[in-house]
């Protein structure tokens, strides 16, 4: 009957304003969160800078480090690739852009015979790759959208024991690299081993062109601090990493979150119409069957059609 | 006035404390403690654990406690980078001096390189909050 059918368009009208109600919370707080994300990026700034900056300088000082890290492999069998995204999902295509580079890397890489394993961060990346059959190392979750600098440090020693001991000949970075608020991109870094030109790539600035060091003290000798510092340098870059995903992920999951809103709104303004047409068409009916039935009783005076509708709606 | 130079201290998540100082002390690995004045020949060295002084250009002294990193110093600046270093006021004391007691606990029936390195953490801490002779009787 018709009747009903208000009714359950009524229903499903509650039940998308109340989705819209969660939508636009989670909007409201990845936007705050957006905010916090890129001033933690802006912080982690300094550090990363200058400790690019040191390692110019030890490479420019000469330090001939016999540091592993920086010795590349003549031979490239096996890849590690840190594939970073986040824990959840709700956040558009934030995770499947991510895994989708990776993937396609893996692909590619074996067909020509290499070997390869993902060193997943974040849920949604482990459970995409576990899934699909593919090799997983190491795992990490539940700070994809809130890392410190001990979460890059867990994973950087990770890596590079692999790299040293020669279970993996090369670590290669994916993940999501935060432009601006409107703006990100998924992107591939190299980061084991450390080469002349990842150290000036780095996550920001090339290399100056001077490249003339200043006589510098050492203590204790070049070499010795270049392999103190090797290992910090890498966590600092996995550490900007796992911030510039974060801050993506936020900046996804807004975006994601905001359409959804916008649908919710879209679909609660349709079914309104739908139900009110509903609901008039049934009205139109009562009064139809009212007036059916009374023409009926045998075209009686106005009076009495008054007095019949007057006890209709008194029962 | 006396010469000033920019110091820096700078950890991975943020950067700790930049201003104009008259001198730093800290430790480097295998060469001990080391001042550096304004004009001091460029300099790179990797700390160990220690208690680093910074004199400010009023001649306050900022007491931090700074656990490894490395200290560059080229020009008229000196820059502190540390993935963990904490300023004297951040230091939570009594759970160092618990700390050091816990870890000298360990050293006592074995060797350990994580005890040995907390201790020194531990030190460096109490170091920076007042010292550790002022701790026996602090608590």
Redesign the interface.
């Given at each position: 009957m018709a009747g009903g059918q208000e009714r359950i368009l009524r229903g499903r009208i509650r039940s998308v304003q109340a989705t819209k109600k969660i939508t636009r919370a989670m909007e409201l707080i990845a936007a705050s969160r957006i905010v916090k994300a890129q001033q933690r990026v802006a912080a982690a700034v300094p550090y990363s800078e200058q400790i690019t900056e040191v390692v110019k300088d030890l490479a420019a000082a000469g330090g001939a480090s016999q540091s592993p890290l920086l010795a590349g492999r003549d031979v490239v069998k096996t890849t590690a690739y840190v594939v970073i995204t986040a824990d959840r999902g709700l956040c558009g295509g934030y995770n499947a852009g991510v895994q989708r580079a990776a993937e396609g890397e893996i692909k590619a890489g074996v067909l020509k015979g290499a070997d390869y394993t993902v060193i997943a961060v974040g849920r949604k990346a482990e459970g995409y790759f576990r899934f699909r059959g593919y090799t997983v190392g190491a795992t990490y979750a539940g700070f994809s959208d809130n890392p410190s600098y001990a979460h890059a440090k867990e994973i950087g020693q990770h890596v590079m024991d692999l790299y040293v001991r020669g279970e993996v000949d090369r670590v290669e970075l994916v993940y999501t690299r935060f432009i601006s608020a409107g703006s990100q991109e998924v992107v591939q870094r190299p980061l084991v081993p450390l080469d002349r030109a990842t150290v000036a790539g780095g996550d920001g600035k090339g290399v100056d062109a001077s490249g003339v060091a200043a006589d510098f003290e050492f203590e204790p000798d070049p070499a010795t601090i270049l392999d103190t510092l090797l290992p910090r340098y890498v966590e600092a870059r996995i550490y900007a990493a796992l911030l510039n995903a974060a801050a993506s992920e936020h900046a996804f999951r807004q975006r994601a979150m905001k359409s959804a809103t916008d649908n919710a709104e879209e679909l609660i303004k349709n079914l309104s119409r739908i139900m009110n047409r509903a609901r008039q068409d049934s009205i139109t009916t009562e009064i139809m069957e009212i007036v059916g039935g009374a023409e009926a009783l045998g075209g009686e005076t106005k009076k009495v059609r008054l007095v019949d509708v007057a006890y209709e709606s008194s029962n | 006035m006396a010469a000033t130079m920019q110091v820096?201290v700078?950890?991975?998540?943020?950067?700790l404390f930049s201003g104009e100082a008259t001198q730093v002390v800290t430790r480097?690995?295998?060469?001990g403690e080391?001042a550096f004045l304004p004009g001091h020949?460029?300099?790179?060295?990797?700390l160990v654990e220690s208690h680093t002084r910074v004199t400010l250009a009023d001649g306050q002294v900022l007491d931090l406690a700074v656990h490894g990193?490395?200290v560059?110093v080229?020009g008229t600046t000196v820059?502190i980078?540390s993935?963990q270093a904490e300023l004297a006021d951040q230091i939570d004391r009594p759970r160092a001096l618990r700390a050091k007691e816990r870890a000298e606990d360990t050293l006592r029936r074995e060797h350990d390189a994580e005890a040995a390195a907390a201790l020194a953490r531990a030190h460096a801490r109490l170091n920076a909050t007042g010292g550790i002779g002022a701790a026996a009787g602090a608590h």
């Open positions: - | 820096e700078v950890s991975p998540e943020r950067v480097t690995l295998g060469g080391i020949a460029p300099f790179l060295g990797a990193g490395f560059q080229s820059s980078l993935d």
